[in-house]
């Protein structure tokens, strides 16, 4: 026999829920880009070729010479000339000393004569020698400055805004539970009741 009566009432709620979201601002802005180019530069330094032509000896193959050595070649021709002059001057002496052996003065100045009228001939092509000629070659030095790209960037700044999910929950009955008694009471000692029949 049940003496209890257990009624139960379930719990009642309701679930709101929300996701989480993540929002982008200025989703529509590009990124840009700048380009600051430079271009490829050549740097040339040249030297042109230096030609030294010396003429000096040139010129004095033709007797065209400078004044001083003109003045110095004068001089030792003259002393040549001098010398050789005193040389003649010598032997013609001695020759006329020699009367006494027989030579007569008139024969010695006759020699002296003879000789100096000959005259030897000679061809000489003028000038005799070239001029010289010294040089130094030409340079060209090239310095090459590659060309130069700078970029720079400028990206488009995503702001995101995360935005967290929600969960609500709403109780609209809360669960119970109800128990009855639904026996009568007991004495004890059960001769207390005043419904006690005595078997």
Do not use: C
């Amino acid at each position: 026999m049940n003496l209890l009566k257990i009624q139960t009432t379930a719990v009642e709620y309701q679930l709101r829920i929300e996701r989480p979201k993540l929002e982008m601002q200025n989703a529509m802005d590009y990124a840009k880009v700048q380009l600051q180019t430079t271009p490829t530069k050549i740097n040339m330094k040249s030297e042109n070729i230096k030609v030294d032509i010396d003429t000096t000896d040139m010129r004095r193959s033709m007797n065209l010479v400078h004044t001083g050595e003109m003045l110095k070649n004068q001089a030792e021709k003259g002393e040549q000339q001098a010398d050789k002059t005193v040389a003649e001057m010598k032997a013609f002496a001695k020759q006329v000393g020699q009367i006494q052996d027989g030579v007569k003065i008139s024969e010695v100045v006759s020699q002296k004569i003879l000789a100096g009228g000959r005259k030897e001939s000679f061809t000489a092509f003028l000038p005799s020698v070239g001029p010289t000629i010294s040089w130094e070659p030409g340079d060209l030095q090239k310095q090459v400055v590659p060309a130069d790209t700078q970029t720079d960037w400028q990206l488009n700044k995503k702001v995101l805004d995360y935005v967290p999910g929600k969960v609500e929950l709403i109780v609209n009955q809360r669960p119970e539970v109800d128990i009855e008694y639904i026996g009568g009471f007991r004495y004890v000692p059960p001769s207390s009741d005043p419904n006690y029949e005595e078997k």
